[in-house]
């Protein structure tokens, strides 16, 4: 069994990383922003399933400073750079978010180098793939690449600098790579700390949308992201490689409220079934600051397969009916026990 750090453990695609390692007998660091997030990450893997006494090393890293890199990746093999800066409020520039992405990033990735690292797995994202093209709708794969200069929000310019960051930082002298580019991420919740797209399934369910945007996006179980990463991690083809992580082909959000409402019946009965035209939803966009970010997706059909992982890796996602219906029923589950 190996050694394997993973960043940003207390987020949700983290959590589930380190609950996937430990489930297949790894050793487990990870690393969080401040050590007063131990006991909730606990909390979390315990929510997930693990024991009480699991022998998970919680460090303190910050991606915007260097203490705690080098000692977070002693003794290695692998690492699962899942962290990622975060804002607490919208940005006023580009670079509020893109230089604490790129920055890091290359963080991590000398740090790695530096401790004999044999492979980094890095979190990118589908907003590093499909955005800025002017196609109402074309199928995309790994590769593609955003194009920064076609108008995009700021996270997704700050996924694809940080990852191009990264393929010409190890372009030069290692470690290995391999880049996870997820889809929206949907799935159970260990806390109330959990992904946007999680939040829109739970703006559906508490009525908070009078009407649904009209876009499309792919969806992926965030158990099936877990367990791409860890098919990255050791696989020997997957050096030098990027994954898209999709289930399927993508999903109109009016096609999300359906399923909302065929599987849970009564409980999901404020979820709304009117979609926006295009034009309204630019507008209440425009004067509403928390949309603002959905704007270039409104009236596009976001896309991807999956075809690489499944062919290269053996991944296998779920039914990502199942996955809506399940992420419902855990919200629902949390709000209840709050």
């Known amino acids: 069994m190996a050694e394997v750090l993973v960043t940003g453990g207390s987020g949700y695609i983290g959590s589930f990383c380190v609950l996937a390692l430990l489930a297949e007998g790894h050793s487990v660091r990870t690393t969080v922003r401040n050590l007063e997030k131990e006991p909730q990450l606990r909390a979390m893997l315990r929510a997930g399933g693990a024991p009480e006494d699991a022998k998970v090393t919680v460090l303190q890293a910050d991606l915007q400073q260097d203490a705690g ?115 929206g991420v949907l799935g159970p919740v260990l806390s109330g700390d959990y992904s946007p797209s999680l939040n829109l399934v739970q703006r559906m369910l508490d009525g908070e949308m009078p009407a649904l945007p009209p876009f499309a996006s792919g969806f992926v179980d965030v158990r099936d992201v877990a367990d791409l990463h860890l098919r990255a991690m050791t696989d020997p083809a997957a050096a030098g490689e990027r994954f898209l992580a999709t289930a399927g082909h993508s999903l109109w959000i009016r096609e999300v409220a359906r399923i909302l409402r065929a599987r849970l019946g009564e409980r999901a009965s404020k979820v709304p079934t009117r979609e926006l035209p295009v034009w309204a939803a630019r507008l209440f966009g425009r004067l509403n600051p928390g949309m603002r970010a959905v704007l270039p997706q409104l009236g596009k059909n976001f896309d991807a397969t999956s075809a690489k992982a499944e062919r290269v890796l053996g991944w296998s996602p779920r039914p990502i009916e199942d996955t809506i219906a399940e992420t419902a029923e855990s919200l629902l589950a949390l709000k209840a026990a709050a």
């Not at 000692?71 to 975060?86: F, I, Q, R």
């Open 69 to 183: 890199w080098a000692a977070a990746v002693e003794g290695c093999d692998y690492v699962l750079h899942v962290a990622s800066p975060t804002l607490t409020s919208l940005p006023r520039t580009d670079d509020e978010m893109v230089v604490p992405a790129r920055e890091g990033v290359l963080r991590v990735l000398r740090a790695a180098r530096a401790a004999g690292v044999k492979r980094v797995v890095l979190t990118s994202a589908f907003g590093a793939v499909g955005y800025g093209h002017p196609e109402a709708h074309r199928v995309f794969t790994e590769a593609d690449w955003t194009n920064v200069d076609g108008g995009i929000a700021p996270y997704q310019k700050s996924k694809t600098l940080a990852e191009k960051a990264a393929w010409e930082f190890v372009a030069e002298s290692g470690p290995e790579l391999a880049v996870v580019n997820p889809v």
